[in-house]
C-alpha cells in the first residue's frame, strides 16, 4: 500500500517556468511533510518542509502548498533553472512514538536552457 | 566537517555470503535510519533508531538486521544476501526527532550476484 503518491514522475520545464510537483496522502496521522532533493550520485538533502498548521511555505524560490482537506501537498519552484534538475521526493511522516518517514517515488525535473 | 559516512561505497558480493554496511556520523545525532532506493520505487526506509540501543523497523525490514550499539554507528548488516536486495542504500541521521533536517550520506550501491 503506497502511503504517499507522487506525481509526475518527470518532468521538462524551460528555464524561467514554474515547476509543480504534486504529493498525497492517506494517512491523516501524518504531521510532518519534506521535500528532497536529489542529484545524480548523491544522497537526499532536505529542502523544505511543512507542517499541517498552515496553507503555505516559501524560502527563496521553493513554496510548499499544503491542503489538509484533500490530503495533498505540492512543490512549486518559480523560476526554475538548469541547476534544478534533479529528483524530488515528497515525504510524509508522523512524531511522538514513530519517527518513519514514508517517500513518495520521486519525480525527475530536467529544466533545459 | 559534519557529516554521515558509509562504507563501502560500492560492494559486488555473491548470495548468501554475510555483509555489513556501516554509517558513522559525527553530529552527535540521536536518529539514525538506512533507506534502500530503487528505479520507480523511491526511497523505502528498512530500520531507524532513535537512540543507543533503541532500534524499530521501517517499511521494508525483511532480510536486514540492525545495532547500534554506540551512538555515531549504526551498522547495516544483511546475513544471507540475495539478489532482491541489490539497490542503492543510503543512511542518515538527525538531531532528535521527526521534524529535525536529515543528513544523507553518499550511498553505498550493492549488487547481489
Known amino acids: 500500500q503506497q502511503q504517499v503518491k507522487q506525481s509526475p514522475q518527470s518532468l521538462i520545464v524551460q528555464k524561467g517556468g514554474i515547476s509543480i510537483i504534486n504529493c498525497a496522502y492517506e494517512n491523516t496521522a501524518f504531521d510532518y511533510f519534506p521535500w528532497y532533493q536529489q542529484f545524480p550520485g548523491k544522497g537526499p538533502a532536505l529542502l523544505i518542509a511543512i507542517r499541517p498548521d498552515v496553507s503555505e511555505k516559501k524560502e527563496g524560490r521553493f513554496t510548499i502548498s499544503f491542503n489538509k482537506s484533500a490530503k495533498q501537498f505540492s512543490l512549486h519552484i518559480m523560476d526554475s533553472q538548469p541547476g534544478d534538475s534533479a529528483t524530488y521526493f515528497c515525504?510524509?511522516?508522523?512524531?511522538?512514538?514513530?519517527?518513519?518517514?514514508?517517500f513518495g517515488k520521486g519525480t525527475l525535473l530536467t529544466v533545459n536552457p | 566537517e559534519a557529516q554521515v559516512t558509509q562504507n563501502p561505497r560500492y560492494l559486488i558480493t555473491v548470495t548468501g555470503k554475510k555483509l555489513t554496511v556501516t554509517c558513522s556520523q559525527n553530529m552527535n545525532h540521536e536518529y539514525m535510519s538506512w533507506y534502500r532506493q530503487d528505479p520507480g520505487l523511491g526511497l523505502r526506509q528498512i530500520y531507524y533508531?532513535?537512540?543507543?540501543?533503541?532500534?524499530d523497523k521501517g517499511d521494508v525490514p525483511e532480510g536486514y538486521k540492525v545495532s547500534r550499539k554506540e551512538k555515531r554507528n549504526f551498522p547495516l548488516i544483511l546475513e544471507s544476501p540475495s539478489p532482491n536486495q541489490t539497490s542503492l542504500y543510503f543512511c542518515a541521521s538527525s538531531p532528535r526527532t521527526l521534524g529535525e533536517t536529515q543528513y544523507f550520506g553518499p550511498g553505498t550501491r550493492l549488487l547481489v550476484l
Open positions: 515525504a510524509a511522516g508522523s512524531g511522538g512514538s514513530n519517527y518513519k518517514l514514508t
Open positions: 533508531s532513535m537512540n543507543v540501543e533503541v532500534t
